[in-house]
């Protein structure tokens, strides 16, 4: 039987568009099992179908700057403090980015992210992504975004100039866990570079990596953050553990309980978009299509920073099928 808790709270968030599930019922949720679960995920997509049903997001990147990072974050094969395999190599050249953005474009992308390793870029190096910025606007119809790491309100401000549309900056995780993951930089100077993309113009995604050991309080503790912080998109990864870093040991999250995070952090954020990236294939496997039977809004397709991901027009036609045009 259909559990009532569910039934009330979901009528409550379509009723009331800007209303969205209390801290206390959202840690109540995640403790359902079996069918409640399968109540959890149909409730969610109500909610999705309700606040997102537009046009899905489609998202890619390009690992622009690559290793050497001299942040400690557990989970990450680009930390100088962590032994991998990973590629090194400094920000590529302003024609390698945009004939990359244009490559993933005709591969049915429509969101591009420049992404770099490290603390923080140099002017120079901020001049040259604002620079393919511009270009890649000129050449496709994307919208172009970037993860360059701690910004100042200044380069912010000639990102935005540039043409970037999207900051995106993930906390990781939930404040009273980041210091089991990071302890390089601190939890509010992430929270600073957000609010100083905002107040630039910059529209901001921000979100984290499950299954770093962290409660299902603390997954509830970080959505409801983001809510606080009045994101405009949320990507949610899981985590692929792997082989030279602190977390190469932690297991893959089960497919359903990933499933059951979209689910909160849709109820939770019922308006904003809600993306699905990294470690998508490894935790979901079979059941990747199902994120948007979850609440999810939208996805990254190609590759990630330093791992693979599955051929990307298998994505477009798995969408297409849950967003018919």
Known sequence: MFNKKMFTVTEAILDNPGKSISYDDAC??????????????????????RYRKDEPVVCSIINAK?????????????????????????????DKLVTTAISKFKAGARR??????????????????????????????LTVCASLGILTAPMARKLKEGGIAVYHHNLETARSYFDRVCTTHHYEEDIETITSAKSAGLRVCSGGILGLGETWEQRVELAFMLKELNVDGIPINFLNPIPGTRMEARPVMNPMEALKCI????????????????????????????????GANGMMIGNY?????????????????VFPQ
Request: glycine content about 6%; some cysteine.
């Open 263 to 294: 689910a909160l952090f849709r109820l939770i954020n019922p308006e904003k978009d809600i993306l699905v990236c990294g470690g998508r294939e490894i935790t979901l496997r079979d059941y990747q299509s199902w994120i948007f039977t979850a």
């Open 66 to 94: 690559s290793g050497l990072c001299s942040q400690d974050c557990a989970f990450c094969s680009q930390s100088a403090h962590h032994k991998t395999n990973v590629s090194i190599y400094p920000l590529l050249s302003e």
């Open 305 to 321: 920073l330093t791992t693979q991901g599955r051929n990307a027009q298998m994505d477009i036609d798995m969408i297409k099928v």
């Open 28 to 49: 109540a949720l995640s403790t359902f099992t079996g069918s409640d679960v399968m109540d959890l995920l149909m409730c969610a997509n109500k909610i999705r179908n």
């Open 112 to 141: 591009f992210s420049m992404v770099t390793s490290g603390y923080m870029l140099t002017d120079g190096e901020i001049d040259r992504i604002s620079s393919a910025a511009g270009n890649i606007i000129k050449r496709t119809e």
